[in-house]
């Protein structure tokens, strides 16, 4: 029941602005869009999130288009260290706390 | 901060037997959710608990059970172990279950049952 669609992977060239893409065409008016990316084996760890505006912090842009129906994450210099899965999360509220992963993008940077 | 705490981060179990994991959230927070992931279903969400409380439930067997405590620690437990249960347990805590709630994940429980 995951609600975005991303695609399965994506290389990026070390130095360079990676921009990984997600669809929720179906999300709802007040649902968030969040960011996570996985480190093999690791814990997912939060990247960025946002509802309507773009937003920033220290490790990435958000991106969300006019219609909410899509978005990109943004990371502006990418590094051999954010090779990892990264995963758009549309959050329903009525799930509570609870997070729908789908596959993800496996972002590979290389040198 | 420190952030979400799980013990143990290893563990090998054999099958039928039981096993219990515990999640310490970040100061703070009091909700925590726990999570599954093997390699064929991904992440998948176990259930959510605020306040002692389980506010939200996926969709496992009932060998799953979990429970939290009044200083918001976790605990999830695993009965009768089958060789699927072999995965990455993880857990994660938020402030609580409002609207625009960002969850921090752990570093995960492995668990290998043989």
């Known amino acids: 029941d995951a609600k975005t669609t991303q695609p399965p992977s994506m290389d990026c060239a070390e130095g360079r602005a990676a921009n990984l893409p997600c669809n929720h065409s179906t999300i709802s008016g007040n649902e968030y869009v969040y960011w996570y990316r996985q480190i093999h084996s690791q814990g997912p760890q939060y990247i960025i999130h946002g509802l309507k505006n773009n937003e920033t912090n220290e490790m990435a842009s958000l991106i969300i288009t006019e219609d909410r129906k899509s978005s990109t994450l943004i990371l502006p210099h990418a590094t051999l260290r954010d090779t990892a899965v990264y995963y758009c999360i549309v959050r329903v509220l009525v799930y509570g706390n609870k997070l729908v992963f789908g596959a993800g993008t496996i972002l590979r940077v290389k040198s | 901060k420190a952030g979400v705490t799980q013990t143990p981060r290893y563990l090998i179990k054999t099958r039928g037997q039981q096993v219990t994991l515990s999640c310490s959230p970040i100061?703070?927070?009091?909700?925590v959710s726990w999570y599954q992931q093997t390699p064929g279903q991904g992440l998948q969400f176990l259930f959510e608990?605020?306040?002692?409380?389980?506010?939200n439930k996926g969709n496992f067997p009932g060998r799953f059970s979990g429970r939290q405590f009044s200083n918001s620690r976790s605990e999830m437990n695993v009965s009768t172990l089958e060789l699927g249960d072999s995965a990455l347990y993880l857990c994660?805590?938020?402030?609580?279950?409002?609207?625009?709630?960002?969850?921090?994940f752990g570093p995960g429980t492995r668990l290998l049952v043989l």
């Open positions: 608990y605020f306040s002692e409380t389980q506010r």
């Open positions: 100061s703070g927070h009091r909700s």
């Open positions: 994660a805590s938020s402030l609580g279950t409002g609207g625009e709630e960002t969850q921090y």
